[in-house]
């Protein structure tokens, strides 16, 4: 297990909603469990603070991590993907950025890669498209990853599928522009592990469960299912194949999640604390985690 990585978990799910800052010492404390022994994760947080995804706040002795401005928008953007009730809807329109010019292999290749994460495809090399995206919302990502300098060489722009597609079909547009053969063998991967423990939750409820085995369940459940969505371009339903595992994935998660997140919030009340000793207040106005009225029936 990537500590980096679950740590980047821990405060998008658990510290964001308390005010996106924790005692260095209690974040300790919460991944223990998981066998992270303390240096390893007083390594991965200096890291995270020189990728500017988190920085540091002395009180006495002792050190609060805060969510950089960056680090914060990064995780409120995540964060709407994750917790998602539903695909997203289609417009018919795709979004399309062309790279006008010439750009350096290594520039190309960053670019690329950035665009990637954003949940475009590739039409050739000099052409990306996606279904939603938020055209402005990732040229602000480009400027976040250092890439402010390639802007002007791109042209952002909206088409019909008819126009862009010409005699190809939006299915062969997305055959062309995405592999999702590994990505649906991921999903039903994640639907293999997760969904027997729901099953027995379903059947025997929470006994026997300690809250914080629900906080630790609830964690890795939301890690990989982090990690999917990293992969995944998030493509509407109509553009799917048939019988696609995402979708079910996602309810699979929405579902465990909401049975484990009263024990595991229980947890996190009693653990949580700043450097001052204070226990940070949760902001539920403002964090739904997967809407709460929805039945959770998969």
């Known amino acids: 297990m990537h500590a980096t990585s679950l740590i980047i978990t821990t405060f998008g799910d658990a510290v964001l909603p308390r005010g996106g800052r924790i005692w260095l010492g209690s974040l300790i404390q919460l991944l223990e469990p998981l066998q992270l022994n303390e240096r ?29 401005q960056s680090g914060r928008r990064r995780f409120e953007e995540a964060s709407r993907h994750i917790y998602a009730s539903s695909a997203p809807q289609w417009d018919r329109r795709w979004r399309v950025i062309l790279v006008v010019g010439e750009l350096e292999s290594k520039t190309r290749d960053a670019l690329r890669e950035a665009l990637f994460w954003q949940g475009f495809g590739a039409l050739g090399g000099d052409c990306f498209v996606h279904p939603g995206a938020d055209l402005t919302g990732v040229l602000d990502a480009l400027i976040v990853e250092g890439l402010a300098q390639v802007l002007p060489q791109l042209l952002p722009l909206f088409a019909a599928d008819a126009r862009l597609a010409r005699s190809a079909s939006d299915a062969d547009l997305v055959a062309r522009a995405w592999d999702l053969s590994l990505l649906a063998q991921a999903y039903g991967g994640f639907i293999a592990q997760y969904q027997p423990i729901l099953d027995v939750l379903r059947s025997d409820g929470l006994d026997g469960i300690s809250d914080e085995e629900a906080f630790l369940l609830r964690l890795l459940l939301i890690h990989d299912y982090r990690r999917l969505l990293l992969r995944d371009p998030e493509l509407p339903e109509v ?28 947890h996190l009340d009693s653990q949580v604390c700043l450097a001052d000793g204070s226990r940070p207040a949760v902001d539920v106005s403002r964090w739904q985690r997967f809407a709460r009225t929805d039945p959770i029936k998969v």
């Open 239 to 266: 553009l799917l194949p048939q019988e696609w595992p995402g979708q079910l994935a996602r309810l699979l998660c929405k579902e465990l999640y909401q049975r484990l997140v009263e024990p595991s919030d229980r």
């Open 40 to 68: 390893l994760i007083r390594t991965s947080v200096f890291r995270l603070v020189k990728d500017e995804w988190l920085r540091v706040q002395s009180v006495g002795r002792r050190s609060d991590y805060l969510l950089t």
